[in-house]
């Protein structure tokens, strides 16, 4: 029963490195992200419409992801930005585990089911996102939906934005929500399990 207390000790000291590690992935991620916008902004750009374009800046894609994406494909620099977030889930499903363990050393009563029942909810979730994203990285397989926009909503405060095209619901960081016209039919590829947006066009 010592060793095992001994061992969560050592587990729940870990906690800080593990967040300090968190910060620096997300860190890493965000300058990988401002460096793709400042290029996507100018020369990928090119051979593009005024309306493809300005979806490419916000959204960070070049007209040869697009191309791969059409092809059915995930292009290289959007596995590379989508590698950073896998690293990040990673990272925080992590803590939360590190974190459910920590709490066997705290007493038992209802206060400690409670939050061990939260924090094992939220070690369970950031878990199955990067294991729905890691899925999505390996197989690489682009699908695509035609439509309208149908309805937007969300974008307050640090929220994302939620639009729907044919039926379906698709969630954009807030920043990178696209403008897309009511009276428009777009062409819109993402990946199948994560539904994450990679591109999208006008028809």
Not at 63 to 72: F, I, S, V, W
Not at 117 to 123: I, P, T
Not at 155 to 168: D, E, M, Q, R
Request: glycine residues 8%; hydrophobic residues 45%; contains cysteine.
């Amino acid at each position: 029963m010592s060793l095992f207390g001994s061992i969560d000790r050592r587990l729940v000291s870990m906690l800080p490195i593990v967040g300090v590690l968190a910060l620096i992935g997300i860190g890493i991620q965000s300058k990988s992200c401002s460096k793709s916008d400042s290029t996507v902004g100018t020369s990928m750009t090119q051979g593009m419409n005024s309306e493809l374009a300005a979806l490419a800046t916000v959204m960070h894609f070049s007209l040869e992801d697009l191309k791969t994406n059409q092809a059915g494909h995930l292009a290289k620099a959007q596995r590379d930005r989508l590698g950073w977030r896998l690293v990040k889930d990673c990272i925080f499903a992590l803590v939360f585990v590190l974190a459910l363990l920590g709490t066997f050393l705290a007493p038992r009563d209802a206060k400690w089911l409670v939050v061990s029942l939260s924090v094992a909810v939220f070690a369970v979730y950031e878990g199955f996102l990067a294991f729905q994203l890691g899925r999505d990285l390996y197989r690489s397989h682009v699908v695509s939906i035609t439509g309208r926009k149908e309805r937007s909503y969300g974008g307050h405060a640090n929220s994302g934005i939620t639009v729907t095209l044919a039926k379906t619901d698709f969630w954009f960081p807030r920043f990178e929500a696209p403008q897309l016209r009511d009276d428009g039919e777009y062409i819109l590829y993402y990946l199948p399990r994560t539904k994450t947006v990679l591109s999208i066009e006008p028809r």
